[in-house]
C-alpha cells in the first residue's frame, strides 16, 4: 500500500506565549477559547503555507498529549505523580514541569467524549485533510499506576489497563463514523521494550514480564482498533522514547520489539523515531508488512539546528533498502510540544523543520 501524505508531522506544536500566559493566569473558558481559537487558525494557516499535507489543530486546547484523556475521565490526582527520570544530551536530571501526569485513585468514570471540544472547529477550518490524536491505552497503567494508591481501586496494572481499553475504543469508532481522514495512537510506552532499564522497571514495578506484558499491551490497543477500522480513514501509530522539554527517556532501536509489533499492530502507518543514535538501524523495518506504510521521523524536533535535506534523502534511500520508497514518508520525529510547555526551540525554529520536510518529501517523491 502507497504512503499517503508524503510530507506528515506527529501532531503537536509550540504553544504561543498569549495562550501560556492565559492557562497560567487562569483565564476563564471563554477567553481561553477565542485564544485557543485564533491561535489554531492561525497553525492551520501556517500549515497550508509550508506545504504539509496533512493538518493538525496543534493539539493546543491540550496541557500535554494525553490530557484529552485526564481531562475527561474522572479519577486521576493530577497533584501526584509516579517518579521517571529524564535525560537530555545524555546527562540524567530531574523531570520536567509536565511530567506530572497524575495518578489513579478511583475507579474510572468518562465524563465526556475525549476530543469533542476540538473535532467540530478542526473539521470546520482545516484547509484539508486534518488527523486527530488519542494516547494508546497502554500509557496510563505504567505512568498512573501507584503502589500503595491505585491498587487500592485496581488490583494490577491489567485491570487498570482493561478499564481503560473501552473509553479509547469507544472514541476510535466515534472518530472514524465522524469521518476523520487520519486517526493517530500516540504510544511511546513501547518503547519501555527496547531499553533494558526500563524491562526491568516493568519486571520490578510493574510485576510483569516485559514479553508478556508487550503481547497484552498489542492485544489492548488491536481491542481498542477493533470496530473503528473503515474505508478512507487512515490508522496510525507513533512511537517515541519520550519528548518533554527536549528531554527524552528511553533508548535503543526498535529490534527487540519489531517483528511482534510491526506485525501485530493492527493499523496501516507507523511513525517511527530515527532521529539520532538513540533510534537505532532502519533494519528491524524488515519486519513491516507490505500492506502498510512507515513515516520516517528523521527531522528533530528537540533542538534548533536544521537538518541538511542532502542527508535526509541519504536516509530515506537507507531506508528503503527495507521497505520500498512507495511506502515512506518523512515527518519530524515527535511532536514540537508534547507538554504545553514544549520543547526548547523557537516557533521560526518549528516551522523552518517543518518546511524541510515538505521540500525533501517534494524532492524524493516528486
Not at 468514570?109 to 470546520?124: C, D, I, M, V, Y
Request: overall charge negative.
Amino acid at each position: 500500500m502507497a504512503a499517503p501524505y508524503r510530507a506528515d508531522h506527529v501532531g503537536s506544536l509550540l504553544r504561543p506565549p498569549e495562550l501560556l500566559a492565559a492557562r497560567a493566569d487562569g483565564a476563564d473558558p471563554e477567553r481561553l477559547r477565542e485564544i485557543e481559537d485564533r491561535h489554531i487558525l492561525r497553525v492551520l494557516a501556517k500549515q497550508r503555507e509550508v506545504g504539509l499535507d496533512i493538518y493538525t489543530d496543534g493539539e493546543l486546547r491540550r496541557r500535554n498529549f494525553m490530557s484529552d484523556f485526564t481531562d475527561a475521565v474522572a479519577g486521576f490526582d493530577l497533584g501526584d505523580a509516579v517518579a521517571r527520570a529524564w535525560q537530555a544530551g545524555g546527562e540524567a536530571g530531574s523531570a520536567p514541569v509536565s511530567s506530572v501526569t497524575g495518578i489513579v485513585t478511583d475507579r474510572l468514570r468518562q465524563l465526556r467524549r475525549l476530543t469533542a471540544h476540538e473535532l467540530p472547529f478542526l473539521k470546520l477550518h482545516s484547509p484539508g485533510a486534518f488527523k486527530v490524536t488519542l494516547p494508546s491505552a497502554n500509557q496510563f497503567p505504567a505512568i498512573a499506576f501507584k503502589r500503595g494508591v491505585t491498587d487500592r481501586v485496581y488490583p494490577s496494572h491489567s485491570a487498570l489497563l482493561w478499564d481503560i481499553v473501552p473509553i479509547i475504543r469507544d472514541e476510535l469508532q466515534s472518530l472514524a463514523a465522524e469521518g476523520v481522514p487520519y486517526i493517530q495512537i500516540d504510544a511511546p510506552r513501547y518503547s519501555y521494550y527496547i531499553d533494558p532499564r526500563w524491562r526491568d522497571y516493568i519486571r520490578r514495578e510493574m510485576g510483569m514480564e516485559p514479553g508478556a506484558a508487550l503481547d497484552e499491551a498489542i492485544r489492548a490497543d488491536n481491542t481498542c482498533l477493533g470496530g473503528a477500522r473503515r474505508p478512507g480513514v487512515v490508522f496510525a501509530m507513533h512511537l517515541c522514547r519520550g519528548n518533554n522539554r527536549s528531554h527524552w527517556y528511553a533508548e535503543g532501536g526498535y529490534d527487540p520489539i519489531a517483528e511482534k509489533l510491526f506485525g501485530g499492530l493492527q493499523v496501516d502507518r507507523f511513525l517511527l523515531e530515527y532521529d539520532d543514535e538513540r533510534s537505532g538501524t532502519f533494519e528491524p523495518l524488515r519486519f513491516i508488512p507490505p500492506d502498510k506504510s512507515v513515516v520516517l521521523g528523521l527531522v528533530s524536533s528537540k533542538h534548533p539546528r536544521l537538518e541538511s535535506m542532502r542527508d535526509l534523502i541519504g536516509r530515506i534511500e537507507e531506508a528503503a533498502r527495507y521497505v520500498p520508497l512507495e511506502r515512506l514518508a518523512l515527518s519530524p520525529q515527535c511532536g514540537f510540544a508534547s507538554t504545553m510547555e514544549g520543547n526548547l526551540l523557537s516557533e521560526d525554529d518549528q516551522w523552518a523543520k517543518l518546511r524541510l520536510v515538505v521540500e525533501t518529501a517534494r524532492e524524493v517523491w516528486r
